[in-house]
């Protein structure tokens, strides 16, 4: 199993300020991946960010507006940039050790 | 792409038997989650099964799934409150070598006494 920390775990920020969140993961682990969750609704893929690589982002997420980094195989940022409103949502941080993918405690985002 | 569907809300009653079902597109589906995710917290993984089994049991919790139907189930026997949570069903196959799950929108269990 993996555990993972993620912060901050909540922030409530303005419209046009970015925010990064910061995911630490307790073993080394090489599929890191970032998830959007809105409410009432399933989760959404960012992006993969595997270490020594640039981040591969789905289809309707630019790395303009989520910038990732991926430092090392315990870390990584997802930046949330030039907020809006609609940009509210839990972000979480997950990893995948063999066939087992495990989940951060999420980062709640309110913009205003 | 693939789908991943759930009934949205299930109710029971304190120490009966919950199944939450669920179904899904993708017929080169390998591994099938089950995940349960408490208000204010991450999704935990409960349990997940390798597409060639057709039962799963790990203390309460039964997966069921029918690769023919597309139908997998999670059963928990004794209800408690504190299984009250939104449990989401998930699907990997290796479509580009990932196995990145899809994930369906989540059933909320909601327990009462």
């Known amino acids: 199993s993996a555990v993972i920390s993620q912060k901050p775990s909540r922030d409530i920020c303005q419209r046009g300020t970015s925010l990064t969140i910061q995911c630490q993961v307790d073993s080394q682990v090489t599929m890191m991946f970032w998830y959007r969750q809105q409410p009432g609704q399933s989760l959404t893929l960012i992006a993969t960010?595997?270490?020594?690589?640039?981040?591969?982002?789905e289809s309707g997420f630019v790395i303009d507006k989520f910038p990732i980094s991926r430092p090392n195989l315990t870390f990584s940022t997802l930046t949330v940039s030039n907020m809006s409103p609609e940009d509210s949502s839990i972000y979480l941080c997950?990893?995948?050790?063999?066939?087992?993918?495990?989940f951060g405690p999420g980062t709640r985002l309110t913009v205003t | 792409g693939e789908d991943v569907e759930q009934s949205l809300f299930l109710s029971v009653r304190e120490g009966d038997s919950s199944v939450i079902n669920c179904t899904y597109t993708d017929s080169s589906s390998t591994y099938l989650y089950w995940y349960k995710q408490e208000p204010g917290a991450g999704l935990q993984l409960l349990t997940y099964?390798?597409?060639?089994?057709d039962m799963k049991q790990d203390q309460r919790l039964t997966v069921l799934l029918n690769k023919k139907d597309k139908h997998l189930s999670l059963r928990i026997a004794d209800t408690q409150t504190g299984d009250s949570a939104i449990y989401f069903c998930a699907e990997s196959s290796p479509s580009g070598g990932s196995y990145i799950p899809t994930f369906g929108r989540g059933t909320s269990l909601i327990v009462h006494p």
């Open positions: 960010a595997n270490q020594g690589s640039e981040a591969t982002y």
């Open positions: 099964i390798f597409s060639n089994m």
């Open positions: 997950s990893v995948r050790t063999g066939h087992e993918q495990y």
